[in-house]
């Protein structure tokens, strides 16, 4: 299962994240469910989307394989601001938002 893959990268990635989001009963699949079923489309803009799927139709098993990699980044990029958030309920509001935050 791809949420269970996602989980073992970012813990590889960073395990205080993984660990912060355990801590407080954030299960991947609560948010990344919607990230691998839309692969990313409601997360960023048409231009943007568009582009990486370009990037994964290029890729050998770019839709199943790096869009794994796309998602642990796109949860590491604001890990800073995540593991500052106090608990379950501010981390799924934050985690449901990334689609308005700006993606530089």
């Not at 642990?72 to 309920?89: E, G, M, N, Y």
Request: glycine residues 0%.
């Amino acid at each position: 299962m791809k949420v269970h893959d996602l989980r073992r990268l970012v813990s590889r990635i960073d395990s205080v994240l993984d660990k912060h989001l355990e801590s407080n009963m954030v299960e991947y699949l609560q948010f990344s469910f919607r990230w691998m079923n839309n692969l990313l489309m409601r997360e960023m803009p048409l231009k943007c989307t568009i582009r990486l799927w370009d990037t994964y139709m290029s890729e050998p098993n770019g839709f199943s394989h790096f869009h794994l990699y796309v998602c642990a980044k796109f949860l590491t990029k604001w890990a800073k601001v995540i593991k500052s958030l106090p608990d379950f309920q501010t981390i799924m509001i934050f985690l449901q938002k990334l689609a308005y935050l700006t993606l530089d």
